[in-house]
């Protein structure tokens, strides 16, 4: 090759490495091994120290294996620190609880790719017995959303950089880790998506790290780690798992007490990537079923990471009950709130961000914080501040507890939107009782809702002297029929019982030619349609 063909080669392997790269996604990168290498390399006591907390729950989980064990649900309360460089960074209290809401479907084996564990392994899917809950009070004992949100100077912050664990540095101080999880949220330098400190760590640092852009799953977050499996995955860590490799170089460890510890896990070589198909055989496990790559213990993508086995929830379970067990008796899991009417809109849970479908189905959590169950509740929404739709929840929220509803359809316009909802009620708190988000429609279809409860036919009504009403609720109600005018005085009003599917007329003798607004207001939906009558 001459030298001349031979430049023009290396220039377009460069041009099309600059082309490609982009396109491939980064691997999963986790330093909690590299943090804990960087720790304990250069001082033997801190290695001794941490080697010694692992035996004494080797020793508890070794204690347990002849006796049966109740084992009670054990409730973290989790501190986020989010540390923010601009505004985007300073990520919603939606993406926040959305965050908690993934932790506690995978710590109970209630994720939705649960189904997908290959059925040689879904006998040792287990529900961990741990849930995790945002702060309720901070260390003072006064109230606390679970959240601190700190402008920080700093534009990133790299694993080993001890800023982020200090007021005076650019990051926030631990909340104490007797009685916290603390989560700090930031942006991490050379795409670390997150890190944890082991059991035994110094109070200053003992927490996870997780960067912004794979903290949780709805907000600005980057694909494949969008799912909030990194957060999964580092509390893993934070209970004492290894790696499912044994993050031992690719070696082979037959021993269970090797490798990553863990008797009911395969041996495996090194980390997996990306999605590999079932069976995926490596030098350790050579044989169907081969790895365990979708335990949340490798480095596959989010969407790939689904479940821990009984082994893990066991340790993990016993690292808590044993080297961090003061958090079982925290009082930050507490709410202060001993009023007993206090219902809030807790989040918007869709839409969020987008809609694909011009018609769509809002769902919201609502979080009932006071002493007494609440049923019966009137929850009014719109779209762009249009007519407002009531849909009466019929179901009862225990008090200290969450409800997610559907709401019945409504539409959108192509573009930006704006969805509100607010509670119709009368509690302590009325600031929590209302709720907005702005989305992006992306639909260009024309179509109207198909499941909208009421329609009105034929409109515009040309001719005629009746307009008929057809109602598509899923219950019967009692309900008032009204008719106003374009101004809104009332010109009709009637109270019926109406089920499911009736259809019936509405009479516009002496009427005069308008635009009308027929209104559907039951105990259970309430809706208006405008319709045009033009008498000939
Ligand atoms: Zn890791």
Redesign the pocket.
Known sequence: MSFRLFLRVVCYSLLLQTIFLPLQAQNRK?E??GLQKWMTDSNLKLKTHYQEIDSLIQQSLNSQKSTSIVTPVLIIPVIVHVLYHNIAENISNEQIKSQIDVLNEDYTAINSTIIDVPSVWQNLINDSKIRFQLAKQDPLGNFSDGITRTLTSKVEFAYNDTSIFFDSAGGKNAWPDSSYLNIWVCSLKDNVLGFAALPGTSPFRDGIVIINSAFGRIGLLKKPYNLGRTTT??IG?WLSMR?IWGDDNGACNPDPAQGDGIADTPDQGDSHFRCPGFPSLDNCSTVSPGVMYMNYMDYTDDKCMMFFTVDQTKKMYTTLDVARSSIKNSNGKISLNSINKELSIDSILSPVTLAGNRCFIPIIRLANEGNIPLSNIPVRYSINSGIEKTYTCLDTIAPHSNLTIQLPSISGIFGENLFEVRIAITDSNSVNNYASSSFKLNSTSIANCENSGIEIFPNPLIGGNSINVKTKFSESQKSSLRLFNSVGQLIFEKVQNINPGDTFTISLIGMSAGVYIFQFDGNVNTESVKFIYLPQ
Do not use: N
């Open positions: 986790c909690t091994i995955h580092e860590h790696h």
